[in-house]
């Protein structure tokens, strides 16, 4: 019987693994720990919290004594480790929160499960969810393989590139079995609208100018959240121990071009006149460190684990959008109160 900790359950990425792991295995326990931070809602989880096998635990990683207190009460026989400041920007403002959370937080979870398990380390796995991010910037052409040397630009990036050293290093050491995985961008439901999909799309809502970065031909592979689920679920259960497995779209969008297709798509769906969205686009200062592209080579999960992504991009954001339509409380609970200074300190100087 498995006991499984999923950190970081309340956020975007997160709610999705434990909305499928709750949901497709009912003999699994399934504990969501999560500090609820600007980023975590349990409203992401409102249709699964009453599941018998589903439990909330309000810790943060950085609190031993709570997590040592979890892994008692509830057993814990392996983790999925998602909680993390996520957001590149942020990480440009506040780098030290990204050194505590992402890497302190990610030792004291090994730390901690390491003494949970003592007794017989093989019988547990330790999951570590990382980004592409940590291998740096690619130009023009080449993918990421699992071989690529790390090279990390951002806070963000050098953070969870830390992190993962961290979990291989245990692996070596300790003996623990581990397993990381490094995806690409994810874009679906529940995203907070700091990250572009889902902040552009609550800007074209309200008409609010679009901000985009530099000259806007930086260039991501975009992963539907629900598809990155099923490649961590297949990882979880079949991934070889100890190793890396990169999780990707296949999918590279321009940024540019990516906006203007949400704008046309929304021009349609909000019943606006072709092209009106598009005059909300608006060149600002660029990020500072800005990687200009990043592209997964997924053929190693592909052949070994049969894993593929199942949505097309043009469904996926379709959907997407469609889903920030139905769910207008949900968009204005989270971009009520804080967002708000967020927004105004992140962009009225650009
Ligand atoms: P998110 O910011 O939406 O959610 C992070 C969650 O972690 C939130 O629920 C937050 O409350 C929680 N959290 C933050 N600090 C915590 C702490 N100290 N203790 C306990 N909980 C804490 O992030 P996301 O986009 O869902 O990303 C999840 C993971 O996946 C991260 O590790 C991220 O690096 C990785 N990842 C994200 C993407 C992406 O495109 N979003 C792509 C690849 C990998
Ligand atoms: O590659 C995986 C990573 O993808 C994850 O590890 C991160 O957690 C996740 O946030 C994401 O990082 P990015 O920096 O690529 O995502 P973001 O949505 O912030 O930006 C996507 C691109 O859009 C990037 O080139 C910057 C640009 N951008 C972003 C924002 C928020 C803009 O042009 N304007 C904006 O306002």
Not at 12 to 17: A, D, M, T, Y
Not at 25 to 35: E, F, M, Q, S, V
Not at 286 to 308: F, Q, V
Request: aromatic share 12%; net charge negative; hydrophobic share 35%.
């Amino acid at each position: 019987m498995k006991h499984i900790v999923i950190t970081g359950g309340a956020g975007f990425i997160g709610s999705h693994v434990v909305r499928l792991f709750v949901t497709k295995y009912p003999d699994y326990r399934i504990i969501n720990l999560d500090a609820l931070t600007y980023a975590g809602n349990l409203e992401n989880l409102a249709d699964i919290e009453k599941y018998p096998n589903y439990f909330f635990e309000k810790a943060n990683i950085l609190d031993i004594a709570a997590l040592e207190n979890i892994f008692e009460k509830h057993r814990i026989t392996d983790v999925i480790h998602l909680a993390a400041e996520s957001h590149v920007d942020r990480s440009i403002v506040s780098p030290l929160d990204f050194v505590y959370t992402n890497v302190i937080g990610t030792v004291n979870l090994l730390n901690v499960a390491r003494k949970h398990w003592a007794q017989d380390l093989s019988k547990h796995l330790f999951y570590h969810v990382s980004t592409d991010e940590v291998y740096g910037a690619l130009g023009n052409t080449g993918l990421f393989t699992e071989s690529t040397p790390y090279h990390p630009n951002s806070p963000y990036s050098a953070s969870k590139a830390s992190s993962d050293h961290f979990v291989r290093a245990y692996a070596e050491t300790y003996d623990m079995q581990t397993v990381i995985s490094n995806c690409s961008n994810n874009y679906g439901p529940y995203h907070f609208p700091e990250k572009l999909i889902p902040l552009f799309i609550n800007n074209i809502i309200q008409k609010k100018s679009l901000p985009v970065y530099g000259d806007g031909l930086y260039t991501r592979d975009w992963l539907y959240v629900k598809d990155h689920a099923s490649a961590i679920d297949l990882v979880f259960h079949k991934g070889k121990p100890d190793e890396t497995y990169n999780i990707g779209g296949f999918n590279e969008w321009k940024n540019i071009d990516l906006i203007k297709l949400m704008c046309s798509l929304m021009d349609e769906k909000l019943g606006r006149a072709p092209g009106e969205n598009e005059k909300l686009i608006t060149y600002v200062k660029d990020r500072p460190g800005h990687d200009r592209r990043y592209a997964i080579d997924a053929s190693k999960i592909n052949t070994e684990l049969g894993w593929k992504p199942s949505a097309t991009f043009e469904e996926g954001l379709s959907e997407t959008i469609d889903w920030y339509l139905q769910n207008t409380e949900w968009l204005q609970h989270v971009t009520s109160g804080a967002y708000q200074n967020y927004y105004t300190s992140m962009y009225s100087n650009r």
